[in-house]
């Protein structure tokens, strides 16, 4: 069974601060998918990046970076400079790709907080 | 391109009380999924479609829940005899056909209240 733990339930910083959010993954399948979502406070699912597991190439995309280690089984993300903008509930996913029927498994979330 | 689209965004509704929301899926997106959202969770998966054919169901979807995607386009999902467990954010998401790694586009929810 697949399984998505994100151990950080509230993360509080200042602006400007560097934070990174924790994704830990569980799953018997060798070909996998990884994803990471934001929710803002309206509620709807923002994606924002797709990683598959023959790929542990870390990913930036501006002030967001993406370090996926297999060895380890984490997907962390890092947001740099964060910004009053950035608050939301950010989540984890799982999937075992299409023709296992793309089914996602969500963390349980971490809520960000950026204060000015 | 529009997204996803889901109605209503919100619903009241009494115990006991049916209710049906509305998805709308990204143009030619063959395949659809329905995810319940409770106050502080994660989504979980509830159902999907490929086409008009459901292929999957969860346990969370009780006899009480049905969902139909008559035309292999919309989709609905109704809850019978609601009950207050049942208060959560319902989401929709749809992905094109024939992509291995496809990654899930959300519609905004519809968020149910059964008082």
């Known amino acids: 069974a697949q399984k998505v733990t994100q151990a950080q339930t509230e993360i509080s910083v200042v602006e400007k601060e560097d934070v990174t959010l924790d994704c830990v993954y569980e799953?018997?399948?060798?070909?996998?998918?990884l994803f990471w979502y934001k929710q803002p406070p309206s509620g709807e699912l923002v994606f924002l990046i797709r990683?598959?597991?023959?790929?542990?190439q870390n990913e930036i995309s501006g002030r967001y970076s993406w370090n996926f280690q297999k060895s380890t089984s984490s997907f962390n993300f890092t947001i740099t400079a964060s910004q009053v903008v950035d608050s939301a509930v950010y989540f984890c996913?799982?999937?075992?790709?299409?023709?296992?029927?793309?089914?996602?498994?969500f963390g349980g979330g971490t809520r960000l907080m950026v204060k000015p | 391109d529009t997204g996803v689209s889901q109605n209503p965004r919100h619903k009241i509704t009494k115990r006991g009380q049916n209710v049906t929301f509305r998805c709308d899926p990204i143009s030619e997106h063959n395949r659809l999924y329905w995810y319940r959202q409770t106050l502080g969770q994660g989504p979980e998966f509830l159902t999907y479609?490929?086409?008009?054919?459901?292929?999957?169901k969860s346990r969370l979807l009780s006899d009480r829940f049905s969902a139909e995607r008559p035309k292999g386009s919309f989709s609905t999902l109704e809850i019978q005899r609601t009950e207050q467990g049942d208060s959560a954010m319902y989401l929709c998401?749809?992905?094109?056909?024939?992509?291995?790694?496809?990654?899930?586009?959300f519609g905004p929810g519809t968020r149910l209240l059964v008082l």
């Open positions: 996913a799982l999937s075992e790709g299409y023709n296992a029927g793309n089914m996602l498994t």
């Open positions: 998401a749809s992905i094109p056909p024939g992509t291995v790694s496809a990654t899930q586009y």
């Open positions: 799953t018997r399948d060798t070909t996998y998918y």
């Open positions: 479609f490929q086409n008009e054919a459901q292929l999957e």
């Open positions: 990683r598959n597991s023959f790929d542990e």
